[in-house]
């Protein structure tokens, strides 16, 4: 069975850090994206921020959080991360983090091309 387990949420003051991680069990997803998604209230959930380890590596950012935000996986401990600076009250959410199962070397910004995800961790940016 997988399971992603999402940690590192909090309150922090507005030009503040936090860094996410997921920890994927039951699987292993170097060929495939893992990815962050986010959704504050009364919103739809929005794409954060995707990547595959596999080779090179790559990376895809949300135009709200590029240069801002960056993502990084662990092979060996099967674990996204995610690492949160400058940030704002508008990034305020929950966040979840997301893993597709199907589409090897691809990666999406589409929630329907995610299989597994997390519970979601808050994080409250205040002003």
């Known amino acids: 069975q997988v399971q992603l387990v999402e940690s590192g949420g909090g309150l922090v003051q507005a030009g503040g850090s936090l860094r996410l991680s997921c920890a994927a069990s039951?699987?292993?997803?170097?060929?495939?994206?893992m990815a962050w998604f986010r959704q504050a209230p009364g919103k739809e959930r929005e794409f954060v921020a995707a990547?595959?380890?596999?080779?090179?590596?790559?990376?895809v950012y949300g135009d709200s959080v590029k240069g801002r935000f960056t993502i990084s996986t662990d092979n060996a401990k099967n674990t996204a991360y995610l690492q949160m600076n400058s940030l704002k009250p508008e990034d305020t959410a929950v966040y979840y983090c997301?893993?597709?199962?199907?589409?090897?070397?691809?990666?999406?910004?589409?929630?329907?091309?995610?299989?597994?995800w997390g519970q979601g961790t808050q994080v409250t940016v205040s002003s």
């Open positions: 039951g699987r292993t997803f170097s060929k495939y994206a």
């Open positions: 997301a893993a597709d199962g199907t589409h090897a070397y691809i990666i999406s910004r589409l929630i329907v091309d995610y299989d597994y």
């Open positions: 990547a595959i380890s596999w080779g090179a590596g790559v990376t």
